[in-house]
């Protein structure tokens, strides 16, 4: 799978939309994103994939490049509940293949 | 659907000793997976299964190490002998398929003294 690199921190104040950065700059093209958060003490919980179109769910946005090589997770109001580290994944869909590489992930910090 | 179960939820045992953390996937999912978060390493994934039967288990650390799916309900990862450098979260998720999203439980937390 593709390394992602991702900040290791962001702020955001209360009700603003964040805007996560992922990049990927040796995705294949087969390569779906994926996005999922932890939150202190939980285990990780999933947000939002694609492959190359702009995806949109109750959760966040995800904005792919048109070249696929970085994308831009999107919470659109964010609250305090968003605090969390957010991890960037690329990984196949393919069947039997399952492995997804966590890497550090951007802890962000909604601040009232 | 009650999710991901993990149990027990925190383990604190003594070195050498064995430790059984037990996992209930969501009810219809195909694919298990087993993962140990540390602060130093990250998130780790051990093995997976899909259909309980094993496809990958190169992230197993060591022959200490060993998880099984007797049926579609169940898994268990086992630790014997356990040592205190196996401290750790460890995490079950499941998926409907390999390689859709994964729905993660709420972890183990292990301590071994």
């Known amino acids: 799978d593709a390394k992602t690199t991702q900040p290791p921190s962001m702020d955001c104040a209360e009700g603003r939309a964040a805007n996560l950065p992922c990049n990927h700059s040796?995705?294949?093209?087969?390569?779906?994103v994926y996005w999922y958060r932890q939150i202190h003490s939980q285990g990780p919980q999933y947000i939002i994939h694609?492959?190359?179109n702009n995806e949109t769910n109750e959760m966040a946005s995800l904005i792919i490049t048109e070249d696929r090589k970085s994308s831009t997770l999107i919470l659109p109001h964010a609250t305090l509940r968003d605090t969390a580290v957010y991890y960037c994944?690329?990984?196949?869909?393919?069947?039997?293949?399952?492995?997804?590489?966590f890497g550090d992930g951007t802890t962000l910090t909604v601040k009232p | 659907d009650a999710g991901v179960i993990q149990s027990p939820r925190h383990e604190v045992t003594e070195m050498g000793q064995e430790v059984t953390l037990r996992c209930k996937p969501i009810?219809?999912?195909?694919?298990l997976f087993w993962y140990r978060q540390t602060m130093m390493r990250g998130l780790e994934l051990l093995i997976y299964?899909?259909?309980?039967?094993?496809?990958?288990d190169s992230g197993m650390p060591e022959d200490r190490f060993s998880a099984k799916m007797p049926n579609a309900s169940f898994s268990t990862l086992k630790i014997q002998p356990s040592e205190p450098r196996d401290s750790a979260v460890y995490f079950c998720?499941?998926?409907?398929?390999?390689?859709?999203?994964?729905?993660f439980g709420p972890g183990t937390r292990l301590t071994v003294l």
């Open positions: 998720a499941s998926s409907l398929f390999t390689y859709n999203e994964q729905f």
């Open positions: 040796t995705i294949s093209g087969n390569e779906y």
């Open positions: 694609g492959l190359k």
């Open positions: 994944i690329v990984r196949v869909h393919r069947a039997g293949e399952g492995k997804s590489t």
């Open positions: 009810s219809g999912h195909n694919s």
């Open positions: 299964f899909n259909n309980n039967v094993p496809i990958d």
